[in-house]
């Protein structure tokens, strides 16, 4: 059975596109493959000063949420 024929999104050529392929039905495996590698160079790691600053606003996400779920109308 031959497997369907797609056309990239992003460099327009034509693939198969085959089961457990990784990335998205409309891309090519190598431009998945490059956006990924794009993907993992910009993460980055985080400062300790960033990982402060997430945390605090989680919590504050957090905080608020059980405000506004938990929060008695009287």
């Known amino acids: 059975m031959p497997f ?5 999104a992003i ?3 034509e693939f198969e596109l085959k089961p457990d392929k990784p ?4 891309r090519c495996p190598q ?4 956006s990924a590698e794009a993907e993992s ?3 980055g790691r985080m400062t300790a000063e960033e990982r ?3 945390k605090e ?8 949420m ?5 929060r008695k109308d009287s």
């Not at 990335?23 to 409309?26: E, I, Q, T, V, Y």
């Not at 606003?57 to 608020?64: F, G, L, T, V, Y």
């Not at 059980?66 to 938990?70: D, K, S």
């Open 41 to 43: 160079a910009t993460k």
């Open 4 to 8: 369907p024929i797609k056309i990239c």
């Open 23 to 26: 990335g998205f039905a409309n």
């Open 31 to 34: 431009c998945t493959e490059e």
């Open 52 to 54: 402060n600053t997430s």
């Open 11 to 13: 460099c327009k050529e």
């Open 57 to 64: 606003a989680n919590e504050a996400r957090r905080q608020a």
């Open 66 to 70: 059980r405000n506004l779920l938990y």
